[in-house]
Protein backbone atom coordinates (compact mmCIF):
# COMPACT_ATOMS: atom_id res chain seq x y z
CA UNK A 1 0.00 0.00 0.00
CA UNK A 2 1.41 3.71 -1.19
CA UNK A 3 1.51 6.12 1.20
CA UNK A 4 2.55 9.96 1.63
CA UNK A 5 3.18 11.22 5.20
CA UNK A 6 2.28 14.50 5.76
CA UNK A 7 2.70 17.87 7.82
CA UNK A 8 0.91 21.20 8.45
CA UNK A 9 2.80 23.08 11.18
CA UNK A 10 2.86 19.95 12.73
CA UNK A 11 -0.17 18.39 12.96
CA UNK A 12 0.49 15.22 11.27
CA UNK A 13 -1.19 12.33 8.30
CA UNK A 14 -0.73 9.45 7.29
CA UNK A 15 -2.43 9.96 3.39
CA UNK A 16 -3.40 6.90 1.04
CA UNK A 17 -5.02 7.59 -2.56
CA UNK A 18 -7.80 5.37 -2.56
CA UNK A 19 -8.13 5.93 -6.14
CA UNK A 20 -5.42 3.54 -6.65
CA UNK A 21 -5.75 0.99 -3.97
CA UNK A 22 -9.07 0.53 -3.95
CA UNK A 23 -9.71 -0.22 -0.70
CA UNK A 24 -13.17 -0.86 0.78
CA UNK A 25 -14.21 1.86 2.65
CA UNK A 26 -15.32 -0.25 5.70
CA UNK A 27 -11.61 -1.13 6.58
CA UNK A 28 -11.25 3.05 7.41
CA UNK A 29 -11.71 3.22 10.50
CA UNK A 30 -9.86 0.35 11.61
CA UNK A 31 -6.66 1.71 9.22
CA UNK A 32 -6.57 4.64 10.93
CA UNK A 33 -6.67 2.85 14.50
CA UNK A 34 -3.59 0.92 13.27
CA UNK A 35 -1.57 3.23 10.97
CA UNK A 36 -1.62 6.48 13.33
CA UNK A 37 -0.57 4.33 16.27
CA UNK A 38 2.81 6.03 17.33
CA UNK A 39 5.47 3.10 17.77
CA UNK A 40 3.12 0.35 16.46
CA UNK A 41 3.25 1.76 13.14
CA UNK A 42 3.91 5.41 11.24
CA UNK A 43 1.80 7.25 13.56
CA UNK A 44 -0.50 9.93 12.83
CA UNK A 45 -2.80 12.43 14.15
CA UNK A 46 -5.20 11.67 11.38
CA UNK A 47 -5.80 9.51 8.13
CA UNK A 48 -7.02 11.35 4.66
CA UNK A 49 -8.51 9.10 2.03
CA UNK A 50 -7.99 10.43 -1.40
CA UNK A 51 -11.22 9.29 -3.83
CA UNK A 52 -12.57 10.80 -7.13
CA UNK A 53 -15.10 13.57 -6.94
CA UNK A 54 -17.81 14.49 -9.40
CA UNK A 55 -17.79 18.41 -8.30
CA UNK A 56 -14.16 18.91 -7.37
CA UNK A 57 -10.31 18.00 -7.78
CA UNK A 58 -10.43 15.35 -5.36
CA UNK A 59 -13.20 14.26 -2.13
CA UNK A 60 -10.96 13.94 1.44
CA UNK A 61 -12.61 11.41 3.44
CA UNK A 62 -10.72 12.43 7.07
CA UNK A 63 -10.16 9.65 9.93
CA UNK A 64 -8.89 10.58 13.43
CA UNK A 65 -6.47 8.66 15.22
CA UNK A 66 -8.64 6.74 17.20
CA UNK A 67 -10.66 6.19 14.05
CA UNK A 68 -13.68 7.96 13.97
CA UNK A 69 -15.09 9.90 11.25
CA UNK A 70 -14.11 13.67 10.91
CA UNK A 71 -15.78 16.05 9.19
CA UNK A 72 -12.72 17.98 7.87
CA UNK A 73 -9.40 18.63 9.08
CA UNK A 74 -7.83 22.64 8.08
CA UNK A 75 -4.01 21.46 8.45
CA UNK A 76 -5.36 18.35 6.73
CA UNK A 77 -7.16 20.14 3.57
CA UNK A 78 -3.72 22.34 3.07
CA UNK A 79 -1.75 19.22 2.62
CA UNK A 80 -4.63 17.68 0.92
CA UNK A 81 -3.79 20.91 -1.62
CA UNK A 82 -0.01 20.53 -1.95
CA UNK A 83 -0.77 16.96 -2.87
CA UNK A 84 -2.88 17.74 -5.52
CA UNK A 85 -0.63 20.08 -6.96
CA UNK A 86 2.08 17.91 -6.59
CA UNK A 87 0.37 15.15 -8.58
CA UNK A 88 -1.26 16.90 -11.09
CA UNK A 89 -4.80 16.89 -9.84
CA UNK A 90 -4.84 20.26 -9.74
CA UNK A 91 -3.19 23.38 -10.56
CA UNK A 92 -2.27 26.76 -8.42
CA UNK A 93 -5.95 26.72 -7.19
CA UNK A 94 -7.47 23.12 -5.61
CA UNK A 95 -10.94 22.48 -5.18
CA UNK A 96 -11.59 19.96 -2.18
CA UNK A 97 -14.76 17.89 -1.80
CA UNK A 98 -15.04 17.08 2.53
CA UNK A 99 -17.56 16.14 4.31
CA UNK A 100 -18.48 19.62 5.67
CA UNK A 101 -18.48 21.40 2.75
CA UNK A 102 -16.54 22.12 -0.10
CA UNK A 103 -13.06 23.37 1.04
CA UNK A 104 -10.96 25.66 -1.61
CA UNK A 105 -7.03 26.33 -1.75
CA UNK A 106 -4.02 28.24 -3.49
CA UNK A 107 -0.35 27.44 -3.66
CA UNK A 108 1.04 30.26 -2.07
CA UNK A 109 4.66 28.77 -2.86
CA UNK A 110 6.27 25.51 -2.41
CA UNK A 111 5.59 24.61 1.29
CA UNK A 112 2.86 27.94 2.03
CA UNK A 113 -0.76 27.06 1.21
CA UNK A 114 -3.66 28.74 2.01
CA UNK A 115 -7.33 27.77 2.30
CA UNK A 116 -10.99 29.16 2.72
CA UNK A 117 -12.44 26.98 5.46
CA UNK A 118 -16.43 26.49 5.90
CA UNK A 119 -18.36 29.76 7.44
CA UNK A 120 -19.41 29.23 10.72
CA UNK A 121 -23.11 27.75 10.79
CA UNK A 122 -23.15 28.69 14.66
CA UNK A 123 -21.36 30.71 17.00
CA UNK A 124 -22.36 31.45 20.73
CA UNK A 125 -19.82 33.80 22.72
CA UNK A 126 -21.95 33.53 26.30
CA UNK A 127 -21.30 30.60 27.46
CA UNK A 128 -20.11 29.76 30.89
CA UNK A 129 -19.68 26.52 32.18
CA UNK A 130 -18.74 24.30 35.18
CA UNK A 131 -15.58 21.93 34.58
CA UNK A 132 -13.20 20.13 36.10
CA UNK A 133 -14.10 22.18 39.58
CA UNK A 134 -14.24 25.91 37.88
CA UNK A 135 -16.43 28.01 36.09
CA UNK A 136 -15.40 28.36 32.28
CA UNK A 137 -15.91 31.24 30.22
CA UNK A 138 -16.15 29.93 26.47
CA UNK A 139 -17.63 30.14 22.86
CA UNK A 140 -19.06 27.69 21.11
CA UNK A 141 -18.32 27.03 17.02
CA UNK A 142 -19.42 24.79 14.31
CA UNK A 143 -17.50 25.11 11.14
CA UNK A 144 -19.20 24.07 8.20
CA UNK A 145 -22.56 22.04 8.51
CA UNK A 146 -22.28 19.27 9.04
CA UNK A 147 -19.74 21.17 11.18
CA UNK A 148 -16.88 20.69 13.53
CA UNK A 149 -17.77 21.68 16.64
CA UNK A 150 -15.03 23.97 18.62
CA UNK A 151 -15.05 25.40 22.29
CA UNK A 152 -12.66 28.46 22.33
CA UNK A 153 -11.53 29.24 25.76
CA UNK A 154 -9.67 32.58 26.77
CA UNK A 155 -6.73 31.29 28.87
CA UNK A 156 -4.57 33.23 31.21
CA UNK A 157 -0.53 32.42 30.92
CA UNK A 158 -1.57 30.09 29.28
CA UNK A 159 2.02 28.69 27.83
CA UNK A 160 3.16 28.29 31.57
CA UNK A 161 0.63 26.57 32.76
CA UNK A 162 0.97 23.27 33.68
CA UNK A 163 -0.17 21.28 30.73
CA UNK A 164 -1.57 17.90 33.01
CA UNK A 165 -3.63 20.40 34.50
CA UNK A 166 -4.93 22.00 31.27
CA UNK A 167 -5.34 18.14 29.81
CA UNK A 168 -7.80 17.68 32.74
CA UNK A 169 -9.90 20.94 31.86
CA UNK A 170 -9.78 20.10 28.06
CA UNK A 171 -11.33 16.47 28.67
CA UNK A 172 -13.34 17.96 30.78
CA UNK A 173 -15.08 20.58 28.68
CA UNK A 174 -14.57 18.58 25.10
CA UNK A 175 -17.11 15.62 26.69
CA UNK A 176 -19.11 18.49 28.46
CA UNK A 177 -23.16 18.08 27.71
CA UNK A 178 -23.28 21.52 26.23
CA UNK A 179 -21.56 19.90 23.60
CA UNK A 180 -23.76 18.14 21.60
CA UNK A 181 -21.35 16.59 19.37
CA UNK A 182 -18.46 16.81 22.11
CA UNK A 183 -15.70 19.62 20.78
CA UNK A 184 -12.42 20.30 20.18
CA UNK A 185 -11.15 22.72 22.72
CA UNK A 186 -8.73 25.60 21.84
CA UNK A 187 -7.06 27.89 24.74
CA UNK A 188 -6.32 30.94 23.49
CA UNK A 189 -4.40 34.00 24.88
CA UNK A 190 -3.87 37.31 23.40
CA UNK A 191 0.02 37.85 23.49
CA UNK A 192 0.24 41.39 20.96
CA UNK A 193 -2.09 43.46 18.79
CA UNK A 194 -2.88 40.66 16.15
CA UNK A 195 -0.62 37.26 17.93
CA UNK A 196 -2.50 34.54 19.64
CA UNK A 197 -1.17 31.70 21.34
CA UNK A 198 -3.16 28.93 20.89
CA UNK A 199 -3.51 24.80 21.93
CA UNK A 200 -5.88 22.77 21.11
CA UNK A 201 -6.95 19.86 22.43
CA UNK A 202 -8.35 17.61 19.41
CA UNK A 203 -11.58 14.96 19.82
CA UNK A 204 -10.81 11.49 18.03
CA UNK A 205 -7.26 12.38 18.80
CA UNK A 206 -8.15 12.89 22.46
CA UNK A 207 -4.43 14.77 23.29
CA UNK A 208 -3.33 18.23 22.36
CA UNK A 209 -1.82 18.56 19.24
CA UNK A 210 0.93 20.22 17.45
CA UNK A 211 -1.27 22.90 15.66
CA UNK A 212 -5.21 22.55 14.30
CA UNK A 213 -6.46 24.08 11.33
CA UNK A 214 -10.16 24.40 12.34
CA UNK A 215 -9.23 25.30 15.92
CA UNK A 216 -7.16 28.19 14.46
CA UNK A 217 -10.48 29.07 12.28
CA UNK A 218 -12.60 29.21 14.94
CA UNK A 219 -10.42 30.98 17.54
CA UNK A 220 -10.09 33.63 14.96
CA UNK A 221 -13.83 33.75 14.14
CA UNK A 222 -14.26 34.15 17.75
CA UNK A 223 -11.57 36.88 18.53
CA UNK A 224 -12.87 38.83 15.44
CA UNK A 225 -16.71 38.14 16.22
CA UNK A 226 -15.48 39.79 19.53
CA UNK A 227 -12.97 42.64 18.71
CA UNK A 228 -10.22 41.03 20.05
CA UNK A 229 -8.16 40.84 16.99
CA UNK A 230 -8.59 42.68 13.37
CA UNK A 231 -9.39 39.69 11.49
CA UNK A 232 -6.65 40.60 8.88
CA UNK A 233 -3.25 38.25 9.10
CA UNK A 234 -3.59 37.27 12.34
CA UNK A 235 -0.14 35.21 14.00
CA UNK A 236 -1.65 32.41 15.84
CA UNK A 237 1.48 30.50 17.69
CA UNK A 238 1.38 26.53 18.10
CA UNK A 239 3.62 24.38 19.38
CA UNK A 240 4.25 23.18 15.74
CA UNK A 241 4.92 26.67 14.66
CA UNK A 242 2.79 29.46 13.28
CA UNK A 243 -0.43 30.12 11.24
CA UNK A 244 -2.00 33.06 10.16
CA UNK A 245 -5.76 34.03 9.48
CA UNK A 246 -7.94 36.53 7.55
CA UNK A 247 -11.59 37.04 9.06
CA UNK A 248 -14.41 39.25 7.74
CA UNK A 249 -17.08 40.01 10.41
CA UNK A 250 -20.26 40.43 9.37
CA UNK A 251 -23.24 41.50 12.21
CA UNK A 252 -23.58 39.08 14.48
CA UNK A 253 -21.13 36.41 13.03
CA UNK A 254 -18.08 35.78 10.54
CA UNK A 255 -17.43 34.78 6.64
CA UNK A 256 -14.60 34.50 4.63
CA UNK A 257 -11.83 32.23 7.04
CA UNK A 258 -9.09 31.42 5.30
CA UNK A 259 -6.10 29.66 6.97
CA UNK A 260 -2.52 29.77 5.50
CA UNK A 261 0.47 28.48 6.58
CA UNK A 262 3.43 25.45 5.73
CA UNK A 263 3.13 22.11 4.52
CA UNK A 264 5.65 19.70 4.53
CA UNK A 265 5.80 16.42 2.59
CA UNK A 266 7.72 14.21 5.34
CA UNK A 267 8.05 10.57 3.23
CA UNK A 268 6.39 8.95 0.08
CA UNK A 269 6.95 5.09 -0.01
CA UNK A 270 5.11 1.73 1.08
CA UNK A 271 3.12 0.58 4.33
CA UNK A 272 4.38 -3.12 5.05
CA UNK A 273 2.94 -3.56 8.43
CA UNK A 274 2.68 -7.25 9.06
CA UNK A 275 -0.45 -6.42 11.23
CA UNK A 276 -2.72 -5.14 8.55
CA UNK A 277 -3.06 -8.44 6.96
CA UNK A 278 -5.45 -9.27 9.82
CA UNK A 279 -7.71 -6.48 8.10
Known amino acids: MKFWKMNGAGNDFILIDNRMEKLPS???PALARRLCERRLSLGADGLMVVEDSESADLK?????????IGE???NG???ICRFAWETGLAGPVQRIETTAGPVSGT???????????NDPSLIRTDLILQAAGRRVPCSYVVLGDPGIPHAVVPFEDLAAYPEDSLRELARALRFHEAFPKGANVNF???TGPD??????YERGVEDFTYACGTGTGSSAAVLTLLGQISGQNVRFTMRGGDLYMDAVREGDTVRD???????????????????????
Open 26 to 28: ACF
Open 195 to 200: EVFLKT
Open 60 to 68: MLFFNSDGS
Open 188 to 190: VEL
Open 107 to 117: RISERMYRIRL
Open 72 to 74: MCG
Open 257 to 279: LYLTGPTNIVARGEITDDELKRF
Open 77 to 79: ARC
